[in-house]
């Protein structure tokens, strides 16, 4: 069974940063893609942004200059640097990844992660 694993959440005020991380585990998988997803109360589950196995990115323009998504392939883990946090970004944060699994017979498969809550006061 392959799973991702968040960390990193918490409480913060307004301007202050906060990393998250999402590790993948399990045996016989590949991840290609993986991204962040987050959803404030009350509203639809919106994309932060993503990062390809290669470490191209891109973001959701309410984040980009703030956040930075990396990964490290080795550990099959990705992480989500945010820095000069508003109260509006107060979230739960979900990790996603594309993955590969299986050894003789392989299948796509969504990974998605537990969820973190990432509250932001002002």
């Known amino acids: 069974q392959v799973q991702l694993v968040e960390s990193g959440g918490g409480l913060v005020q307004s301007g202050e940063s906060l990393r998250l991380s999402c590790a993948a585990s399990g045996s016989a998988f590949n991840i290609n893609d993986m991204g962040w997803f987050r959803q404030a109360p009350g509203k639809e589950r919106e994309l932060v942004g993503s990062i390809t196995r290669g470490g191209d990115t891109n973001y959701a323009d309410s984040v980009k200059g703030r956040f930075t998504i990396s990964r490290d392939n080795a550990v099959n883990t990705e992480y989500l640097q945010m820095n000069a946090l508003k109260p509006e970004d107060t979230a739960v944060y979900y990790c996603?990844?594309?993955?590969?699994?299986?050894?003789?017979?392989?299948?796509?498969?969504?990974?998605w992660g537990q969820g973190t809550l990432v509250t932001v006061s002002s």
């Open positions: 996603h990844a594309d993955a590969v699994i299986g050894r003789a017979i392989k299948r796509n498969l969504d990974l």
